[in-house]
């Protein structure tokens, strides 16, 4: 059984920032690569930011130059830093991970989700 576990959403004003984790635990043989997406109420779930094992990264054009991934495999955790926040990226946030469970078996995984509110 694995498990995707987030924390750090909160609410806040316009501008500030917040930090979001995603630890996953259970039965891991190895974590590939590892993301964060967001869905607004009304709109689809859409990527906001994926990071490799190796650590090569990609963003939404969105919140390029706001938001920071990165990760620590030690911990098999994911992090999402962001920054100069707007309204717009008020959504719930989901942790996304590819976990393999056992050699050559791989499975993606979701997290619970946890709320990022931003006031004007």
């Known amino acids: 059984q694995v498990q995707l576990v987030e924390s750090g959403g909160g609410f806040l004003q316009a501008g500030g920032s917040l930090r979001l984790s995603c630890a996953a635990s259970?039965?891991?043989?190895?974590?590939?690569?590892m993301g964060w997406y967001r869905q607004a109420p009304g709109k689809q779930r859409e990527l906001v930011a994926t990071?490799?094992?190796?650590?090569?990264?990609n963003y939404a054009s969105s919140v390029k130059g706001r938001f920071t991934i990165s990760r620590d495999n030690a911990k098999n955790t994911v992090y999402l830093q962001m920054n100069s926040l707007k309204p717009e990226d008020t959504a719930v946030y989901y942790c996304?991970?590819?976990?393999?469970?056992?050699?050559?078996?791989?499975?993606?995984?979701w997290g619970q989700g946890t709320q990022v509110t931003v006031s004007s």
């Open positions: 259970g039965s891991i043989f190895s974590v590939g690569a």
């Open positions: 996304n991970a590819e976990i393999e469970v056992v050699r050559m078996l791989k499975y993606g995984y």
């Open positions: 990071i490799s094992g190796g650590g090569s990264t």
